[in-house]
């Protein structure tokens, strides 16, 4: 079973760093995309970065704060998250994509809890 299990949420206080690691399981192949996803309490999921072969790509609330890169292990990818504001804080889902995958290639983990106070 094709899985990702994310690592690293927490409590922190503004202005500070949190890292984010996702890896994932169950599959020979090399996932197209990695990034992150993140939802607060009574808002849509969105996406914080992803990076594909082309490079990363970012939410612009989080440009020149957060920085995604490619784990040495196969299908891992980490989230620097640096400079932390209270509206960062949400549970943030790792996700996966490749065409080769089940239905529409999406794989999503279960989520890790980030908590930014004021």
């Known amino acids: 079973q094709v899985q990702l299990v994310e690592s690293g949420g927490g409590l922190v206080q503004a202005g500070g760093s949190l890292r984010l690691s996702c890896a994932g399981s169950g599959t020979d192949i090399y996932f197209a995309r990695m990034g992150w996803y993140r939802q607060a309490p009574g808002n849509q999921r969105e996406m914080v970065a992803l990076i594909t072969r082309s490079g990363p790509n970012y939410e612009g609330s989080v440009k020149g704060r957060f920085t995604i890169g490619k784990g040495d292990s196969k299908n891992t990818v980490n989230l620097q998250m640096n400079r932390l504001k209270p509206e960062d804080s949400g549970v943030y889902y790792c996700?996966?994509?490749?065409?080769?995958?089940?239905?529409?290639?999406?794989?999503w983990g279960k989520g890790t809890l980030v908590t930014v106070s004021s």
């Open positions: 996700f996966a994509n490749h065409p080769l995958l089940p239905g529409d290639g999406d794989i």
